[in-house]
């Protein structure tokens, strides 16, 4: 594995590149429907992070504006055989840079259980104890104040 790239998702074929990771990642792994995977807010004006190594896609990311000051991030996902190697810290790193250059100063993700320790190692706060259904996944509610 090269050093991987990590890209600001832009234009539609590198839009592209975070769809794929995320139909291998969790249409295919977690038998999530396309229909489910791919929501309302995958249109123009959400942003992607994609990491690609030697072009192809291995990680992404989404984030959308809900306020002047708040996004919502989401969709993380890193291909199996890529996971255990940091990169989904450094893609919501990346997208943390890119919210605070665009201005926010508040990130609230809806993390997955099991994935609530990952967050809290990145800065992230649980809001409440309370954990409610995201599609298939049970979750928890998060914020990073930047």
Known sequence: MKELVYLRAEEEW?????YSV???????????????????????GTRYIVALDDGYPVATCRF???????????????????????????????????????????????SRVEAVSFYEKLGYNKTGGETAMNGVFECVKMIKEL
Not at 22 to 44: T, Y
Request: glycine share 10%; no cysteine.
């Open 14 to 18: 590198q839009r592209a590149g975070a």
């Open 64 to 110: 959308y504006e809900t306020d002047d000051k708040s996004v919502i991030l989401g969709r993380v996902v890193v291909l199996p055989e890529y996971r255990g190697k940091k990169i989904g810290s450094k893609v919501v790193g990346e997208a943390e840079r890119w919210i605070s250059e665009l201005g926010f100063s508040r990130i609230l993700i809806d």
């Open 22 to 44: 995320r139909i291998q990642g969790m249409n295919r792994q977690h038998r999530i429907s396309l229909r489910d995977e791919f929501d309302e807010h995958d249109v123009d």
